[in-house]
């Protein structure tokens, strides 16, 4: 079975620019964390939706927007971007809320310019 | 609120010697305790667990942590390292009745042959 997935692995932006996150749990999985993992510091959390509502939020600027769809795939959004949300984000399925069992996939790298 | 110390943000250890990764965590509230290794350019990799019943837990590859409530640490060990344990090892916290993890700045074990 495959794992988390994330798309994309890399990818470059201009300050002020938008991106867009993409995650697809594992199967059976119906929440959905992203979590946010600066250049030499632990991951800090972002957010959690499960059954498609958000059931927690990091603190986080509104800059930073989540979703997720019938499938249970998420999309982590992140407006107006500054140098300072270059980072390697996250994304961790679980089958329930607060399951303890939490997969990883291998992150989107995110370098804005 | 919870947060997590680790204590080591480096530790370089000689092949087959044992090593001790450090963590102490803070918090008003029940927690669960986690340690996830991350190799290079990869995600988080859940290592071993603490949820309940006896305060020493062990991972398949040789690596154990015990839980010690008196002095909130959860310190991992294992009595002999291999090269290919060279990674960055997160310790994180979980409320029982949460959701989100709340990590700790890392610490880079380095084995040198």
């Known amino acids: 079975d495959a794992g988390v997935t994330q798309s994309p692995t890399h990818l470059i932006k201009t300050r002020g620019q938008h991106v867009t996150l993409r995650c697809s749990p594992i199967?059976?999985?119906?929440?959905v964390s992203w979590y946010q993992q600066v250049l030499g510091q632990g991951p800090q959390f972002i957010f959690q939706?499960?059954?498609?509502?958000?059931?927690g939020r990091g603190n986080f600027p509104d800059r930073f927007s989540a979703r997720q769809f019938p499938n249970y795939s998420s999309e982590l959004n992140v407006n107006a971007l500054l140098l300072g949300d270059s980072a390697l984000y996250l994304c961790?399925?679980?089958?329930?809320?607060?399951?303890?069992?939490?997969?990883f996939g291998e992150g989107s790298w995110l370098t804005v310019v | 609120a919870q947060s997590v110390t680790q204590l080591d943000s480096q530790v370089p250890v000689f092949e087959e010697a044992p090593v001790e990764l450090r963590c102490n965590y803070s918090?008003?509230?029940?927690?669960?305790l986690f340690w996830y290794v991350q190799y290079p350019n990869q995600g988080l990799q859940l290592l071993l667990k603490?949820?309940?019943?006896?305060?020493l837990v062990k991972s398949i590859n040789g690596f154990e942590a015990e839980f010690n409530k008196s002095q909130t640490s959860f310190h991992l060990r294992k009595p002999s390292v291999h090269i290919s344990d060279t990674a960055e090892y997160f310790c994180?916290?979980?409320?029982?009745?949460?959701?989100?993890?709340?990590f700790g700045e890392g610490t880079q074990l380095t084995v040198n042959p």
């Open positions: 961790a399925s679980s089958l329930a809320t607060q399951e303890n069992t939490i997969y």
């Open positions: 199967s059976g999985h119906k929440s």
């Open positions: 939706y499960y059954e498609k509502e958000e059931r």
């Open positions: 918090s008003s509230v029940s927690v669960y």
């Open positions: 603490y949820l309940s019943g006896s305060t």
């Open positions: 994180a916290v979980k409320e029982t009745s949460g959701s989100r993890l709340t």
